[in-house]
């Protein structure tokens, strides 16, 4: 039997924190066993929000490094401005979206804000998740492992492949669905009301390459109680410390005794804060240590993601072939 397609994608942003190592890419390398799996740097998306040029081929490279130190597999992986079909189909299925759905993307109301502090919002952000549509359905995928921010845009996805499907008159795009890991929203330490993320700041995620110092300080200052919690609730701040204890594997084997000190209003939140230090040092320990390894054969990394890019490539142009003659576009040969 033919296995299962995932695609998942990230942006080359910044640093990869725990938000996203949690909340998707620790899927990433754990599907990688069992199904066919593409994952993608997607660097045409991050260019909807103001950006440095210099600066992006730098990132680019850069969590490509960060995900193979995590245990992404090269095979797997390819940057997406290496597969220029993706833009191509973007623009055949913004033919096949409604303008109306895009302005209801909270993600777009979100960062629009935030661009309009530079009083330019590029028509790229109102469109990207077309282009996020293109990135999963180009390969046609079954599931697709992100977090729980990515929902609404799933949805989209699933929109604009019905829509091509019933225009075109055949089902040729299967509608991909969410892969959520346990812990599909990871909060901001510093504030627990927002989702870890790094285009609100510094303090707001934790690199999963940061030193020991910077992790403890981090967990020490965490917000814990947020005021007044309805009788018997645990506020956002110290459950999604359990929640970290729990992603991060529970090294010591903590989390049962400190849920039910919890319980028993026995609990020291400092004791909690220790644990989830501990644990998150631990992981990016082995985490820099790969990365420092992978930093001395640069020039091979990139060569194979370069060849990696190159095959996954081959899949894009045969869909985006099938997808142009549907259309009642013109390819090459017809
Ligand atoms: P950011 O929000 O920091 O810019 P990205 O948009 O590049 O991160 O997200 C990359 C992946 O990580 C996506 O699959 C997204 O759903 C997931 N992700 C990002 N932040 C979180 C979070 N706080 N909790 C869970 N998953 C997250």
Not at 24 to 41: F, M, R
Request: proline share 4%; glycine share 6%.
């Amino acid at each position: 039997m033919e296995k299962k397609r995932v695609l998942s994608a990230i942006q080359p942003t910044g640093d990869l924190h725990y938000g996203n190592y949690f909340g998707a890419i620790s899927n990433w390398v754990k599907l990688q066993e069992k199904y066919e799996c593409t994952y993608g740097v997607v660097d045409y998306h991050a260019m909807t929000m103001p950006y440095v040029p210099k600066k992006l081929r730098e990132n680019t490279w850069d969590i490509v490094f960060s995900l193979l130190a995590v245990g992404v597999k090269a095979e797997n992986l390819f940057i997406q401005s290496l597969v220029p079909e993706h833009a191509e189909l973007s623009w055949i299925f913004n033919c096949f979206c409604s303008y109306g759905q895009l302005l209801r993307m909270t993600q777009f109301k979100d960062k629009s804000a935030k661009a309009a502090e530079t009083d330019f919002i590029s028509a790229g952000l109102l469109d990207y998740p077309v282009l996020q549509a293109a990135d999963i359905l180009i390969y046609r995928a079954d599931y697709v492992p992100v977090g729980q921010d990515q929902k609404q845009h799933l949805e989209l996805t699933r929109d604009i492949a019905q829509r091509f499907n019933k225009v075109v008159g055949k089902e040729y795009f299967v509608l991909p669905e969410i892969l959520y890991t346990e812990t599909p929203k990871i909060l901001s330490t510093a504030d627990p009301s927002r989702k870890m993320s790094k285009s609100a700041g510094e303090k707001h995620y934790i690199s999963v390459f940061a030193e020991e110092a910077r992790i403890r300080k981090q967990i020490r200052s965490a917000v814990t109680d947020m005021g007044e919690q309805p009788s018997g609730k645990m506020s956002p701040g110290v459950r999604n410390l359990f929640e970290l204890l729990r992603a991060a594997g529970d090294p010591q084997g903590l989390y049962e005794e400190l849920k039910s000190e919890y319980e028993s209003g026995a609990l020291r939140y400092v004791q909690l804060k220790d644990a989830v230090a501990d644990a998150l040092v631990a992981l990016s320990k082995v985490f820099r240590e790969c990365k420092a390894e992978l930093l001395e054969n640069k020039k091979e990394v990139k060569g194979a993601i370069k060849a990696s890019s190159a095959e996954i490539r081959k899949r894009a142009q045969q869909t985006v072939r099938e997808v142009k003659e549907l259309a009642g576009l013109l390819n090459v040969k017809c």
